[in-house]
């Protein structure tokens, strides 16, 4: 059964995800907004104005009083109480139980492990709500992204030709997706993380990894 419960904080060793406030404009701006190379593979368009980022704030503010909002503002505890990204559920089919999440971090922290922590931060707090399907998927040309959540435990699905539109035109897609009743990796720090091999299944999953 499904019960919306909302943004609540998320924990773990050195990570915060909660819900975003109107301070966290400037963070967001500098962090990931206007980054082109961060929203390349994006829908949306990077931010050129503090102020385009400060209305989109403000719409995220006010949405999160909604208990079937999901949305969090990624804080490394080592930088204080800073945004550096976000994570969120950017569609769902309640009466499926099914949510789909997306994400962006700041360049700087791109490798270090922190998105496929988040993420499975995300994922355990989704399914204690009662989802029993979660998926993601990105652009073939990001396969950086499909590291992120072949490590976070989903499993590749196949490529959907022509499925979305990014910042690069229309593209393929790659899609993941983990059950309730799929196995789920132990996410270890980063020094481990950098070791780890991944194994493939799908020799069409092989391709896009190299």
């Known amino acids: 059964m499904l019960i919306h419960q909302g943004s609540r904080p998320l924990e773990s060793g050195r990570l915060l995800l909660r819900p975003f406030v109107p301070g966290d404009v400037r963070d967001m701006f500098h962090n990931w907004c206007s980054d082109p190379q ?3 593979y994006l829908s949306w368009p990077y931010h050129q104005s503090i102020q385009t980022t400060d209305a989109v704030l403000h719409s995220w503010v006010e949405a999160q009083r909604q208990k079937n909002v999901y949305r969090w503002g990624i804080v490394l505890r080592a930088e204080g109480n800073h945004v550096v990204g976000c994570i969120d559920v950017v569609g769902a089919n309640d009466s499926l139980l099914c949510a789909e999440i997306g994400y962006a971090l700041s360049r700087r922290l791109w490798g270090q492990g922190i998105m496929t922590e988040a993420l499975g931060l995300v994922l355990d707090y989704l399914f204690g709500c009662g989802y029993i399907r979660l998926c993601a998927c990105h652009d073939v ?8 959540m072949k490590k976070a435990g989903m499993q590749f699905e196949g490529i959907l030709r022509s499925a979305r539109r990014t910042n690069r035109g229309f593209c393929d897609v790659a899609q993941y997706a983990i059950l309730t009743t799929d196995p789920r990796p132990a996410i270890q ?3 481990a993380l950098a ?4 194994r493939y299944e799908n020799p069409h999953e092989r391709m896009l990894m190299k």
Do not use: Q, Y
């Open 141 to 148: 040309e990001n396969p950086a992204s499909g590291r992120v």
């Open 189 to 191: 720090a980063p020094p």
């Open 38 to 40: 961060v929203v390349r």
């Open 195 to 198: 070791g780890a091999k991944i």
